[in-house]
């Protein structure tokens, strides 16, 4: 049921705009079909994308008060959650859009890695599409005739973890400059979690676009790209 679900809802309708933008792409390149089946995709996300922003915005300006309900309970875990959570809540802040965000992506990416791992392309499914949507008369699966879209690439690894590093500094601001610690658990954990994000995250991710499809670590290339245009045109900066 499962995996009816998500070729229904994901597999299916990715594989489809993926066969027919090679089609209409005049050098039936598939790079530049994932590049543009990335955008629409962004486009789709923006909604959710710019409430993930706005709530990293609201997340920073109330930081102070945090802080302060932290150390008020900081005897008592479950009272400080439960505070900290109606601060939220009173000021209409989401904390947890970001991680919808990459959430949706998932699935996304899974569907772009079972099309180019298990032969999706470039021997097109004619079961899988819909009526309306045409064979192509080629596919071209070596984007910008240097890339194999099925095969890995280095190049694009290490655009992975680039953009991620550059996209997550974007995001979180200019690197804090935390005191030395007080042996507190939450100040060690915020540390430690921020320490992940900025720098071990990124090289997973690095690694992880060396072991799958280019398409899939393509994708993820042009989702960061994006990303970042995207703030930045919503007035962010790299400054502090």
Not at 131 to 145: C, D, G, K, Q, T
Not at 164 to 186: C, N, V
Not at 211 to 226: D, G, I, K, Q, R
Request: aromatic share 12%; proline share 6%.
């Amino acid at each position: 049921m499962m995996s009816s679900f998500f070729h229904a809802t994901v597999y299916d309708p990715l594989y489809n705009g993926l066969v027919f933008l090679v089609d209409v792409i005049p050098s039936h390149d598939v790079g530049i079909a994932v590049i543009a089946l990335t955008i629409i995709v962004r486009i789709i996300l923006f909604p959710l994308a710019k409430r993930a922003v706005i709530a990293q915005e609201q997340m920073k300006k109330i930081a102070p008060q945090v802080e302060v309900i932290k150390e008020k309970y900081k005897d008592n875990r479950e009272e400080q959650g439960r505070a900290i959570f109606k601060l939220y809540k009173d000021n209409d802040i989401h904390p947890f859009a970001s991680f919808g965000l990459i959430l949706i992506q998932i699935p996304i990416l899974f569907a772009l890695y079972w099309i180019f791992a298990f032969g999706g392309l470039p021997e097109v499914k004619d079961a899988l599409l819909y009526s309306f949507i045409p064979l192509p008369s080629a596919v071209n699966m070596e984007f910008l005739s240097m890339i194999d879209m099925a095969g890995k690439s280095l190049i694009l690894a290490l655009l992975s973890g680039l953009t991620q590093i550059a996209y997550t500094r974007l995001s979180m601001g200019a690197p804090k400059k935390h005191p030395p610690s007080d042996g507190s658990f939450g100040k060690d954990m915020a540390r430690s979690f921020e320490m992940q994000a900025r720098y071990v995250l990124p090289v997973i991710i690095g690694i992880i676009a060396y072991t799958v499809p280019s398409a899939a670590a393509l994708y993820w290339v042009t989702s960061n790209t994006f990303m970042i245009l995207q703030e930045l045109a919503m007035g962010r900066r790299f400054s502090k």
